[in-house]
């Protein structure tokens, strides 16, 4: 089992920036991947960006050249740094893990709530 915490979600208005915590409870690098997610009212819950074990990236296409997603060794710790932020951006944001052999996230942290203000 792995405890996924995250935190660093508040209020900002357009244009402005925010960076998102996932701190875990086993070794980030033990995950086949990991992602951010996130959810607004009345949406479907979206990817964001994954990062895998190898250092693949990917990110959803609203977010290319805005967001920036990487692991910090020595904190054992997800991180999500988020420029340019847009009213649209108004999510909860999740941070999870994919251990190797299965297809999707099998860990999810609770979610912290990010609100841009236009």
């Known amino acids: 089992q792995v405890q996924l915490v995250e935190s660093g979600g508040g209020w900002v208005q357009t244009g402005g920036s925010l960076t998102l915590s996932c701190a875990a409870s086993?070794?980030?690098?033990?995950?086949?991947?990991m992602d951010w997610y996130r959810q607004s009212p009345g949406k479907q819950r979206e990817l964001v960006a994954h990062i895998r074990s190898g250092g693949t990236i990917n990110y959803a296409e609203p977010m290319k050249g805005r967001f920036t997603i990487s692991r910090d060794s020595s904190k054992n710790t997800l991180l999500l740094q988020m420029n340019s932020l847009k009213p649209a951006d108004t999510a909860v944001y999740y941070c999870a893990a994919t251990e190797c052999g299965n297809s999707r996230p099998n860990y999810w942290g609770q979610g912290t709530q990010v609100t841009v203000s236009s």
């Open positions: 086993r070794s980030i690098f033990s995950m086949c991947s």
